[in-house]
């Protein structure tokens, strides 16, 4: 059974760092296409950053202060958010496709497994 589990999410200041961990114990994480998204109150889920086999994806948004990460060995894939600014504030989810297939990686209707989130706030 999938179960993906985040957490690492918390209040922090404008300019700090934050690092999501994702583990799940059910899917080998290396043989799939894995992203982060983010939603904010009101607003639609967005793609934050995806990775299959040894490429990484970013939104333009974070391209430069975020960085996607696997460890294969934990079965964990990570995000690590460096000047966090006001516009990150919202609940980050980890996704998983049931193939390593990346086309269209920013959609969210093409990701077969989320986990419950972990909220992030970024205060100034």
């Known amino acids: 059974q999938v179960q993906l589990v985040e957490s690492g999410g918390e209040l922090v200041q404008a300019g700090g760092s934050l690092r999501l961990p994702c583990a799940d114990s059910?899917?080998?994480?290396?043989?799939?296409?894995m992203s982060w998204f983010r939603q904010a109150p009101g607003k639609e889920r967005k793609f934050v950053a995806g990775?299959?086999?040894?490429?990484?994806y970013y939104a333009d948004s974070v391209k430069g202060r975020f960085t996607i990460s696997r460890d294969n060995a934990k079965n964990a894939v990570y995000l690590q958010m460096n000047s966090l600014n006001l516009e990150d504030t919202a609940v980050y989810y980890c996704a998983v496709r049931n193939s390593d297939y990346a086309g269209r990686y920013s959609d969210y209707h093409l990701y077969h497994y989320w986990g419950q989130g972990t909220q992030v706030t970024v205060s100034s």
């Open positions: 059910g899917l080998t994480f290396s043989l799939y296409m």
């Open positions: 990775i299959r086999r040894s490429s990484t």
